[in-house]
């Protein structure tokens, strides 16, 4: 038991975070404040959320005025922004039908329930098993740390869920084992985020797909991290000419305002009626009224050129350090979803940028991963080029 002293010098918050010794308190555009007043480039967009840099005009407007109205009211009546957020979300990809939740974890449950109600209750099988892949990253719920090929997530919180198998990712040989009498769905991310920024190979995609549709295997994407316009396009999987059955979204939907959803083609989403699945929060007047200022700013302006263009830039940018520090061994990724391989020193690299007064990521201790607003500029990028090549100078043996 913990005495009253040693409560007294704990945070009062659980430990579920190693926290950086910095606190923000405001931000604009690409860049945030500390309490100190002092200006830091975020290239982080509150990992792949705050995708229109931090408070958005167009959102906050949108906001302010649903503030002086109406921030919540059940499911159980029509909320006119969520319909309206559907049908945007339904013209701009390959699916049907919107569920709204409020976060990543909620969206792959849903999922989860969805390919299994759609197999046992519209096919009449009793299929049930997800197919996942190693080193990916689906949520921290029970059932989604179960679908999530990564031991270290799953420590500790004996028994998983049953009904997920892993099969090595991008590996086209190991597809054969793809097929079992239980599979009703597979789920992947188009590029693994925390597993280590490792894009899905265009070749393996479609033999994926072709094994899904010939085994009737719901074929679904995680595109919680990839959405949203982070590689160039909506959504990831449009550069891989498939079209899946069911989309996760969640991160960049809502610029920082909670908010997830899956987005299913036809009679897969049919297979939840009332009463199946729901959520309180989900959708809500708040919540949906970020997410269509967000995705309506995002496919109005020449947002998704600017990404395009500036990915291009990134890129050779970060080869030519690649180029002069041989600590580099590879850079990887799409889009502003970018991957810096630096085999034992992410971790370091991400501390000495915080001192630079940039803000960066690691995903595993091999990778530096740089996640820049969409609506980031050319001499934003030059900033943090300068501030890495600083770093890299100081990093013994790095040339
Ligand atoms: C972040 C993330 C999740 C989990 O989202 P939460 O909102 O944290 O629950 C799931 N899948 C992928 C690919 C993610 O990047």
């Known amino acids: 038991m913990l005495n009253s002293s ?24 690409s860049y945030v404040w500390d309490e100190e007043g002092n200006r830091y480039l975020d290239f982080t967009s509150g990992i792949a959320t705050c995708n229109l840099g931090h408070v958005p005009e167009p959102v906050k ?19 006119p922004a969520q319909q309206e957020l559907a049908s945007v979300l339904v013209e701009n990809s390959c699916g049907d039908q919107v569920f709204f939740c409020n976060s990543g974890a909620e969206a792959n449950e849903a999922a989860i329930k969805l390919a299994r109600r759609y197999a046992q209750k519209i096919k009449g099988t009793n299929k049930f098993e997800i197919v996942t892949f190693q080193q990916s990253f689906h949520g921290r ?23 997920f198998r892993y099969l090595p990712f ?37 033999q994926l797909a072709k094994v899904c549709k010939e085994n009737n295997i719901l074929l679904m994407v ?23 059955d069911v989309i996760s979204v969640a991160k960049g939907l809502g610029s920082g305002f909670p908010i997830g959803a899956i987005i299913a083609k036809g009679d897969v989403a049919q297979a939840f009626d009332p009463g199946s699945h729901g959520s309180t929060f989900g959708g809500n007047p708040l919540a949906v009224t970020a997410g269509l200022a967000t995705i309506q700013y995002t496919l109005s302006t020449n947002l998704l050129e600017n990404v395009k263009e500036l990915t291009e830039f990134l890129y050779t940018q970060l ?3 690649k180029g002069k520090f041989s600590i580099i061994e590879d850079i990887r990724g799409k889009g502003l979803l970018i991957g810096m391989v630096v085999p034992g020193k992410a971790i370091e690299i991400v501390k000495k940028a915080i001192e630079q007064h940039v803000l960066i990521l690691t995903a595993g201790p091999d990778v530096v991963r740089i996640l820049p607003p969409l609506t980031v500029s050319k001499e934003e990028i030059l900033e943090l080029i300068v ?12 040339e």
Request: proline share 5%; with cysteine; glycine share 10%.
């Open 6 to 29: 040693t409560l007294s010098q704990i945070s009062p918050l659980m430990t579920t975070y190693n926290r950086f010794p910095v606190t923000l308190v405001k931000g604009k555009g």
């Open 141 to 163: 719920t029970l059932a989604t740390l179960s679908a999530t090929g990564q031991e270290k997530i799953q420590q500790g919180f004996f028994p998983l869920m049953p009904g």
């Open 222 to 244: 995680d595109e919680i991290q990839t959405g949203m316009g982070r590689t160039g396009t909506l959504f990831a999987y449009e550069q891989y000419g498939i079209e899946p």
């Open 61 to 79: 407007q949108k906001l302010e005025e649903q503030l002086q109205n109406l921030w919540h009211c059940s499911n159980l009546y029509n909320i």
């Open 319 to 321: 080869q030519a350090l």
């Open 387 to 398: 501030a890495l090549e600083e770093i890299f100078q100081g990093i013994k043996g790095s």
């Open 170 to 206: 991008n590996d086209v040989e190991a597809l054969k084992d793809l097929p079992s009498e239980e599979t009703c769905a597979v789920l992947l991310e188009m590029v693994q985020g925390e597993g280590g920024v490792i894009p899905a190979e265009s070749e393996w995609i479609q």
